[in-house]
């Protein structure tokens, strides 16, 4: 069996002034993916939009309903910061259901990747910074609630705390939330994970690896997950929109393979989101994401 990839196309929506506000991206991903070489599409699993009760195991059904019909207040509606539609709609439940195949995946083969997910700022009432849903939470609280899993390790890398995520689980023991993330940045208000690591702007390379290496093996000896769940954000990146760290392209693949490297080789299955990243060059944006999977892919063939 090849690295299982699980792919869902991206949506176009319109807003008020009569521009569009497009997510190409994800298509784009898929597509440098599969022209490179580096999957093929023995790999790719399509995901199903999942029942309405699981987007309900972490949101309340109150909100679920109001997004899905659009009758969300004005407010709520901007702290969200996408313009609502039934296909954006479509599309946030289908992102759910992805990560929520991308973990059963990975418990059945050890490694498997998202072409999309990490909405770490969503909460149970309310959707903020571009996170509708909390894929990661709700894939999570599913997999506890049928048993497939007795504890869970979230590692999120995002350049902005999983807010959201850290919330949502600050009374569940069986979740621990790790965050690294740079400080001086979005949210405003941060939640308390289980463990914190604030960075300071402008933190390169080196230094945001060894951090890593101080933290992520130790806690994998610590919490013991039957899974663990990646947020590989690439908005650390120096080139980042809204990111305020620097590490490079280099930095970024040489953090994948040290964490999926660091997991696997320990024998714990990892479920990889790409979380944010935001760049006026969109080519490059998403090569940037492509290299979680090119990391998976190679760590893959060696734990094979």
């Not at 069996?1 to 008020?16: N, T």
């Not at 949101?59 to 039934?86: E, F, M, N």
């Not at 590692?155 to 621990?176: C, K, M, S, W």
Request: charged share 20%; net charge negative; glycine share 8%.
């Amino acid at each position: 069996m090849d690295l299982p990839i699980v792919y869902h196309s991206d949506y176009v929506a319109p807003l008020p002034e009569g521009h569009r506000f497009p997510m190409p991206k994800f298509r784009m991903l898929y597509e440098m993916l599969m022209a490179e070489g580096v999957i093929n599409s023995d790999q790719v699993h399509t995901p199903e939009r999942p029942p309405q009760e699981w987007i309900e195991l972490v949101h309340t059904p109150d909100y679920v309903q109001a997004y899905c019909q659009g009758t969300l207040d004005p407010k709520s509606q901007r702290r969200i910061g996408l313009p609502w539609s039934p296909a954006l709609v479509n599309r946030t439940c289908v992102a759910v259901g992805g990560t929520i195949l991308t973990a059963k995946l990975a418990l059945q083969y050890g490694l498997a990747c998202n072409t999309a997910g990490g909405t770490h700022h969503a909460f149970p009432e309310y959707g903020s910074g571009f996170c509708i849903f909390n894929d990661l939470a709700i894939a999570a609280s599913l997999l506890l609630q049928k048993n497939l899993v007795q504890n869970i390790l979230i590692v999120d890398l995002d350049v902005h705390q999983g807010d959201g995520t850290a919330y949502i689980f600050q009374n569940e023991p069986r979740v621990f939330t790790f965050s690294m993330h740079c400080e001086v940045n979005f949210p405003g208000t941060k939640q308390q994970s289980d463990l914190d690591v604030p960075l300071p702007e402008g933190m390169e390379d080196d230094d945001y690896l060894q951090t890593l290496a101080a933290y992520l093996p130790d806690l994998l000896s610590q919490v013991r997950p039957d899974l663990v769940l990646y947020d590989a954000g690439v908005d650390p990146h120096v080139g980042d929109r809204l990111g305020k760290l620097a590490l490079t392209d280099t930095g970024l693949f040489r953090r994948e393979m040290q964490v999926l490297g660091t997991c696997l080789s320990q024998g714990y299955p990892v479920a990889c989101v790409i979380g944010g990243g935001y760049a006026d060059d969109l080519k490059s944006l998403v090569y940037r994401h492509s290299l979680v999977h090119r990391a998976a892919s190679n760590v893959y063939r060696q734990v094979g």
